[in-house]
């Protein structure tokens, strides 16, 4: 299951808006640690359904999102919860890394 | 538990070339990439002297073709990290960060190197936020901005001169008064507008806020003055360090950590091979890299032949 595209005209609806926490996903095709951690989050979609909300952004089509949350480096994946982030993770890890980065922020 | 014939840790050249051997040797074999599945070359933008590509290949290109070219041939791979490994008796004992484990004939260890960073204040928690050690990767945040980058090998050089494809200009700190880097890309870094160099300087603070890095703290190493000088990111290509923590006590180590292996990529326990950045402190090419990764491939294919034909562990090397 593919996570939720999100532009920047999309944002505000499905992430700030979002009543799950959202997990976005900052990254660009030409991105190699990107590509590595795309598998990782399509497996997520179903593992956390009804829990936390997967989502992407591509900075290259999106950069106003990108620019607001200061991105610098890709991937960078945030956290936001209620609107607001919460937390940050920069860079591609393994799959078990990133759970247990997320986890803790689960309602 | 699952049992294998050889285990490889590790996603560079040196790991896919020892799994294209050995698998292909019809090795029952497992290749653990790691948290960076491919290496350092997927930091990188172009591959220009990788022979067989006259135009260059893309790193993260090179990584899938070395990933298609391995699994052909049966090779198992997995996108996790070893985390625990026992090589006090064979067959040797491998654990994943998530719990899978394996117990392995033999083992090649090809784990890497990672960029050193700079050890000052500030660094660590602006990495992502202007703290930066790929430019392939993120010189896209800088266009028309200023960057600092500090180094003066071939990477510091050549990924300089990636970033003035973006940037409006770079200061290129380096401590010394002269460049370890090749002469070609010296030459090239020298007459580039965009380009300036501050000679016996380092960075000894990276200063931030909220939004992340907004300046670099420079002192000039001869006469000990430091200033501040303004930049939206700090690229850092200060060299490398092996990736051995898993391994230390358990084998032999130089006195930076480099595995020790003789020249066919025996460590000091038989049946366990070292190959690519992580034995090899001074050339550290993708194309040397791969070359140790079939020199250990083949050197396990021999070591589990030996031991198959006389049930006798052979005597180190």
């Known amino acids: 299951m593919k996570p939720v595209n999100v532009t920047d005209s999309t944002f505000e609806q499905e992430v700030i808006k979002s009543s799950e926490p ?36 591509d900075v290259d089509s999106n950069p106003v999102i990108a620019t607001k949350y200061g991105i610098r480096s890709i991937p960078t994946l945030l956290v936001f919860k209620n609107g607001v982030v919460v937390d940050q993770i920069v860079g591609a890890m393994p799959k078990k890394m990133l759970t247990e980065k997320v986890n803790p922020h689960l309602n | 538990m699952k049992t294998i014939d050889v285990g490889i840790i590790g996603g560079g050249p040196a790991g896919y070339t020892a799994a294209i051997y050995s698998s292909r040797a019809n090795l029952n074999t497992v290749q653990f990439l790691g948290v960076q599945p491919g290496g350092q070359i997927t930091l990188t933008n172009d591959l220009e002297n990788f022979p067989g590509f006259p135009d260059g290949i893309g790193g993260l290109e090179l990584a899938e073709n070395f990933e298609k070219q ?60 202007g703290v930066s050690t790929c430019a392939t990767c993120d010189a896209f945040f800088y266009r028309d901005k200023h960057v600092v980058v500090v180094g003066g090998g071939d990477s510091a050089l050549d990924e300089s001169l990636f970033l003035t494809r973006f940037v409006k200009k770079l200061t290129l700190i380096h401590r010394r008064d002269k460049f370890r880097g090749s002469p070609i890309l010296q030459n090239r870094v020298l007459s580039n507008d965009k380009i300036e160099v501050v000679w016996n300087s380092v960075v000894e603070e990276v200063l931030h806020n909220e939004s992340g890095v907004y300046a670099a703290r420079i002192k000039n190493v001869e006469n000990e003055s430091s200033h501040d000088l303004k930049t939206d990111g700090i690229f850092v290509f200060i060299g490398h360090i092996p990736n051995t923590e898993l ?31 992580v034995q090899d402190s001074i050339y550290r090419q993708a194309i040397t890299a791969a070359g140790s990764g079939c020199v250990a491939a083949l050197e396990a294919y021999k070591f589990l032949e030996h031991v198959k034909s006389s049930s006798e562990v052979p005597l180190s090397v």
């Open chain 2, 247 to 277: 391994f230390t006590g358990i084998l032999n180590l130089d006195d930076h950590g480099y595995i020790l292996t003789d020249r066919s990529g025996h460590t000091n326990i038989p049946g366990v091979f070292a190959a690519g950045d």
């Open chain 2, 70 to 129: 391995a699994t052909k041939f049966g090779t198992v791979t997995v996108y996790d990290k070893i985390d625990k490994v026992d090589f006090s008796k064979r067959p040797f004992y491998l654990k994943t960060t998530v719990g899978e484990e394996y117990l392995a004939e033999s083992v090649i260890i090809s784990t890497g190197s990672s960029s050193r960073m700079l050890g000052v204040p500030g660094e660590t928690e602006s990495i992502g936020k």
């Open chain 1, 22 to 57: 959202v997990l976005v996903d900052f990254w660009a095709a030409w991105c190699g640690p990107c590509k590595m951690i795309a598998p990782i989050l399509e497996e997520m979609v179903p593992e956390y359904a009804g829990k936390l909300k997967i989502a992407k952004v």
